[in-house]
Nanobody, 118 residues
Framework: QLQAFGGGLVQAGGSLRLSCAASGSILSINFMGWYRQAPGKQRELVASMFSGGSANYVDSVKGRFTISRDNAKNTMSLQMNSLKPDDTAVYYC??????????????WGQGTEVTVSS
């Protein structure tokens, strides 16, 4: 399973750090990513990273958000700086987890709410 932490209320220009931890019978995790869904909008992929370390970002967060992973601990973080009101959304972590039975599943963490006030 995945658990996400770290949302909250912050003023525009501020920072927040989200964390996500995977637990269970994990053999490996390839893809991990952060999605967000703002009210009335579709869920979008904000940042992602494969186990090899290559990160990708949606254009709107480039230069402000940084994704990182600790493959040994099966954790992922999203450092969000220079936050804007448009970043307000529920953020979800996602991971493609291969279990010790060698079956790969996609898992979603529970959402964590980020609110950026102007």
């Amino acid at each position: 399973q995945l658990q996400a932490f770290g949302g909250g209320l912050v003023q525009a220009g501020g920072s927040l750090r989200l964390s996500c931890a995977a637990s269970g019978s994990i053999l490996s995790i390839n893809f991990m990513g952060w999605y967000r869904q703002a009210p009335g909008k579709q869920r979008e992929l904000v940042a992602s990273m494969f186990s090899g370390g290559s990160a990708n970002y949606v254009d709107s967060v480039k230069g402000r958000f940084t994704i990182s992973r600790d493959n040994a601990k099966n954790t992922m973080s999203l450092q969000m700086n220079s936050l804007k009101p448009d970043d307000t959304a529920v953020y979800y972590c996602f991971a493609d987890i291969t279990t010790t039975t060698r079956v790969t599943y996609g898992y979603w963490g529970q959402g964590t709410e980020v609110t950026v006030s102007s």
